[in-house]
Structure formats: C-alpha cells, structure tokens
C-alpha cells in the first residue's frame, strides 16, 4: 500500500508511535496524497505493515477520527473527510544568531534606573518568600482580585503614612504590576478621543512611548532646574498630565509650591486629572523626603509609586493611588488586561513593610546611594576640574550633567559606547530636540564607589581624546 | 504669634514633629492664613513656642524651603512664597462597608475555569520555587527581558513536543502573564482602523470584553456541537479570528479538520493572522490531546497557552508562539505594558517542566477530572433521568448540559443565586443573545465527587420546585 510507504516511525521518540503515525497521515490528508473519500486500511492491517501494536494503530485512527481528519470511528470502514487540502506555505525562520540580547560588557556603565542589588539582603527575602507562599490561603492559590491582597494595601498605607506624611485609605491603593502598567492602563482610563496629555520635556523615553502607543497627543511643556514650567501650561483640551514632580525624570528638579498650587488649580479648571510618577523620592539625600503632589490634592492626582528602585526591578510591583470615581474602571480594566498580580511576592512584601524591614534598608541604601553621589561629584571636580554643574536635587540614583558650551547628541553616545562607555545624551529623553544637548544623564546607583571613579577618569579621557572638554 | 496656634503636635505619633510643623504651615499657606511674602518667625523662635528643638524647626523649614513654600533657607529671614492659594476641595470617600468582595458561599458552585487546588502539591512547588529564586544569578533580580527566560522557553517547547508533538522553536515562544494579557496586547498589535474580528458566539465572556475593550469590531459566528460554523466565515474586512479549536468555551466542540482547514485557506486568502486559544486541551478524558491549529500552520496562527488551569491561577503565567514577523512588535509592546513576568515563578517552572512533574501532575489531574465528570454524567442521569444531553468533546474542566424545550435565562441565574447554586447559563457567553437559551454550563473540576452529587441534587430540587424539568 503506496500510502504506508512514507510513514517513517522514530522508534526512540519523545512522540508516542500512535502520534507518529497520525501526524503523517494527517499530513498526507492535507497535501492531498491521500484523498477525499479514500478507504484507509483497517487497524489490522495498518499495525501489520508499520510493525506497531494494534492499540497503537487504533490509538491513531482515534485521533484522525476526533480531529474529523476520518470520518468513522476506527472499528469500522474508515474514510478520509473532504475539504482537507491546504497548501504548505513557507516559513519565515528565526536568523541563525541566537545570542539576543547581547549582554555588553561596558568598561563604564552609567545607564539610569538600576539599584544597586549587591547590597539587597537577597537570604532574607527568600525567607519571607517562602514563608509567605507557605502560609498563603488554598484560595489565594486561585484568584486574588484586581486590586492586589488587602494586607499589602494596608501596610502600603501605613508606610506611606510614616515616611510621606500621607494618609491614605488603603482601599484608594491598587497593588499593579509596575509603574509602566499603571501609566499603560491609565492612558486607556483617561483619555478620550482627542484629548491632549501633558508631559514635562525632557522626560522619561519609555514613559512617553507607552503613552504614544496609545494614540496620545503630546503636549511637551519645558522643564528648567525647578521642573515643569507651568508658566508654559495651557489646559485648553487636555485630558490628563504626567509628571514627576518630586524629582524630574532626568533633570532633577524638584517642583515649587507656587508651580504645583498653578498646576493644581488649571487641573481643577480643566478637569484633568494628573498623574503623578513618585518613581525615586525615597533617595533624597539633604533632608526629608519630597511630600507629594498628590498631598496638595488627593481628588485631582493619581500617584504611581513602585517597588523597582527601592527593592529590586524584578520584583515587578508597584502601586497606585486612585480617586474613588475611577476605581471601578480600573478594577474592570485589570481584570481585561492582566487580571492580577501573583500573590507570593505580594504577601512577601507586605511582611517586608509590617517588620519595618523596608524601611531599614531604605535609611541603609540613602547612605549608600548618598555616598556614592558625593564621590561622584568629587570624581568630577577631580577629573574636569570646573566647566561643569550639576543640575537638581541631591537625590536618585542618577545625575544630570551640564557642560556649558558643549553638545552631547546621538553621534556622542554612539562613540561612547564604542569607547566601552555607556551614557545617555539629555537630548535623548527631548520631545523637542536640542534643548538640553550640554547636558548628559549618569546613572550611579548601580555602581560602587571605585567604579563610579574609574567610570568618571574613562569618560573624561574619552572627553579629551574627542576634543569635547 | 497667632499662626503659630494652629499648630498642634502630636508626640507620639509616627510623623516626626518636623513633619507636622512642616504641614500645618503648608497648609496654612495654601488657604491663605500665612500670606505672600510674610516672614516667619526665625527657628529659635518657632522652637521655643513649640517646645521642639531648634533642630526640629530647622528640617520643618528646610523642608517647606526645599519644596518652594518658602523662599529662603532657613537661617536667614524666611518669607512665604506667593502663588500657594489653592481651595480645598470636598474628597470622594469610599462607601463604609469594607467587605470588598463578599465571599460568597455557594451551597453548590459551578462556576467555570476554576481548577482543583487541593491536588495540587503546593509544599513541592515552594521547595521549587524557593530553590528556582536561590539559585537566581544577580542579573536577574534586574531586568530579564520582555521574552521571559530562555530556560523557560526551552522547557515550553520540549513540552510541548513530547505531550502534543508541536515542533516550535524556543526563540518563537514568549512568556506573558496568563491568556488574559497576550489577547490583551496581541489585540493592540493586531488590528488596525476598522479592521474585523472574528469571534466564536458563544464564547468566554471576559476574553470578548478584552477585545471589546480596545474598540474592535466584533464579528459573531455562530457555534455549533463542533465548534464554529466556518460556512458562515466571510474574510472581508478581517483583522483578525479569536477561537478555541481544541475545545471551544463554553460547548465543547473539537473543530473537525476539514472547517480547521477552511479556516485557514480564508487567513490565508485574506491575509489575518488566527488567534488559538488552546485554555484546557491538556485535560482529555477519551484519547490523546487535540492537536493544536498552529501544528497545520504556524504562520498563520497565532498559539496561545496558559498554565491557569493546569497549575494554579495565582502563577500568573503562560505563553505565546508568535509568527517571526510578529515578534520585535510584541517585545516592545510587552516592555511598554508592564515590562516582563517576575523571574522567579518562571525559573521554578522551567524546574517543574525538566523534571517532568507537569507531565506527572497533568497525568493524574486528567484521572482526578476525568472521574469527576463520570460523577457529574451519573448524577445527572440519576436526578434528571432522560431529559438533557451533555454537548461537546469529553474534555476539560466544565460541561455544556441541554435540557431541550427548557430556557436558562439571567433571571434563572440569580434565582438559583438566590437558592445557592452559582450556574451560568450558556445564553450569558451568548453575543447574539436567545441562540443557546436551552443549555446551562456547570463547571465540576474544583468539585469532589460528593460535592458534585449533592450539587447536582440541589440543582435538580431547584429546578422541580420552579418547574423547569
């Protein structure tokens, strides 16, 4: 029987024979070998010639049958279904290379948003960890809810309470994924067809894309040492704003009393809301943290708060503050999107906040990050003696350089990196280009104090040899 | 001095006094009570009338100098600074009750997607899960990628070649966060301005809301004991096709080839990609899995799995296999939604899947459910006699049951609510309502035996005390 003929058995499979045998006649069926109407052989004869057991050969047909490849059950006459036929289509391969993200190693490394995880007490999480998941609930094991588990909406209230001087109803905390979730989900909240969003410019690139992927339009409004300029703010059509008032993504700024009151009052006058990205406040290193915006105005604000920097980024949560009126959106919009946070990491973290162990490694990190900050400027003055100024607060994990007279742009950081440095251009966080090409942003969080020196002596003989000190 | 009266501390509190200085003159200035260009009395003076400590009053005012509320630093003279006016708004405050989600407790609840947890060997998991994060190299307490990790992919594809004989290559599968969240963002890649989904009637209630939310243009074809009605496809105008082959939710149909075919010959024709929503194949009780749709063209089709139902729903991970021209759009998309999945969970179910405790838990699960739904078949039999008839494939963890002449509406749902039966009539997933009035949908696998006996027993006096049988 001709048909036989092409199906090769791989004794030693993975793939059970019954598999095998199905899978090439299937194929057969659909490239037309085997025809519409065409009698196949009975399981006897079938296992015969394939040298498989009986069962094996009915275990097959079974399969053809259940997927209407046949069109009887095996025992009786068994025939191919019609309507099968499907030309083989060629296939778009992956590329041979299959390194992917190819892991630089960079002689300087000055990228922004990495906290330092050498110093994160890695054993102790994974207690709590451990406990936490050992102690969960049988039904947290199933779905939790929208708005994350009520213990680490408490403590995430009474820890903001206690650091912020915030008071906070627990159930206005939503427990997401990330601050990029919460600006993701936000922008589908809040703005309607042709409403126009605020954002500080420089600002956060991937914040932005995530906001321009949803059809958003921008309007930039210019950033000075202080921040956002709400001498530039117009709230004609806009449907929201967002902005990092605490500490400006990149620039540093933190924004004044009399700029925050403008901007709250045009949000009122308007009717937008604004979103304000808490992304690193934690880290200020010359006096108390920055209260919130959100402090002036908890009706009119929405604050996004994450764990990324403070702990670490893979822990992927982050929290909300949301006005009651939006609250049922949300839930019905995470439910659609996401459905949930694992609960495990969420229980861990909530024990992480009761023991105040949160808050102890935040006071030990602002030493650390503190320390580092001060070398880096020393590094600075050493190397590049004075045609340079720090701009913003003491606070983050990064800073923002401005080499008055001199241009920083996409040509620069191409040659940096080849040079072993990674360091990103102001003007790569610009919606309107060329405002702030004197500066560069350098991340130091990540880096200890011998290699934020090392970095700083690579970057100024970079600087030299390209005649750009 | 009068503003000074109005200030009151708290000693014990958890605010330092600082603190509460700092916000009483804030709050003072933003009502206007502090005025414009005021001078503050100096920190020896605020101390004393206080009883703080100069210190105290030194970080309250350098505070309210370092957000802009006023305009110099503390030591010389300090005035407020003007533009702080901002009225006090009336706040929106939750509701008293803070139940949240009353958990409900059902006398017999059939509700669907719900696996059985008390199977599940939770202590094994945690020693895998707290291994997995041990042995977690450094790097990736950072971020891993929007892929998910290469371990995982690998340990996806080999399972998914042994168990359904699927050849993917593990660069092709992308790790998500549940079913949920690769339609939600596969839907914002896919379709296009005006463009049409297709979309199984009935079909699973939340995953039509998905797309519903994103504004698309849904088109219902109608489902019949097989599964869609492909005479009824029309590709004019198609984005895009959402349906479930393998066991179509909520009737249970298996797709016969020859409509699979159709199918594709018309993806093809009018160039739009199938989304495969294969949410429970694993769990066949007669015969071997299905084979997927994408194992007949995996250009065309797009493969979405999840671990929900197999595992546990609070993991929070499942997969994608995406064409390859699909990919660099989905990587950005995925790092703009919420970045990438917590590494942990993922690294313990690469474990899970390498040392073959899947292929084991899927093995003795498909005996567990497979019981439970001869249980749930005899009870019926027992209770209703003759009147019903069981649609679908014998496989997953929910029945569609037909009582023909009968009509299962949204008022028998909350009256059997009301009788302690949780039951969804298939009408609920309905699209075009009134085409499935006669079927209700029981959902068994998180049941015992007992609890489906009695549930259906419940059911049954139910429906006799409201002459429904």
New interface residues.
Partial sequence: MKYMLGIKLERNS???L???I??AM?EQ??RGQLEPGEVLPSTRELAKQLAVSRNTAY?AY??LF????TLSRPGSSTRV??????EK?S????PVD?S??K?ACWKADFRTG?PE??C?P?QLW?QL??RA??DMP????????P?GL?ILREEIAAWL??SK?LEV?P??IFIT??A??AL?LLA?ILFQEGKKIIVEDPCHL?ML??LQ?KGLVIIPVPVDQ?GLKSEFLDGEGVGAAYITPSHQFPLGG?????????L??LS?EYNFYIIEDDYDSEFRYE??P??PLYS?????VIYVGTFSKIL?????IGYLIL???MQEQWRY?R???????????QAALAEYLRSRKLDRHIRKMRKIYGDRRRVLLSSLEECFSKGWRAWG?AAGLHLALEFPGRSFDRDFAARAREYGICITPADYHSISKGMHLDKIILGYGHLDNDEIRAGIRLLHDFMEEHHLT
């Avoid at 933190?254 to 403008?262: G, K, V």
């Fill in positions: 993975q793939l059970s019954a598999r095998q199905y899978q299937r069926m659909m275990e079974d399969m259940a997927e209407g490849f279904a019609s309507g099968l036929r499907l289509t296939t778009t391969k992956q299959m992917g993200a892991s990495r995880l050498r994160f890695q994974l960890l451990h998941a050992h049988l039904k947290q094991w199933s779905y939790s809810g708005e009520p309470f206690r001087g109803d159930r206005d994924a990330g990029t979730q993701h589908d991937g894309r995530v992927g202080h933190i924004l004044p009393a009399s700029r925050r009151a403008a709250l009052r009122r006096g108390a920055v209260a002036m105005d908890s009706q009119q670490f980024p893979a822990l992927r006005p009651y009126k919009l439910t659609h999107a996401d459905v949930q946070n694992p609960p495990f990491e607060d």
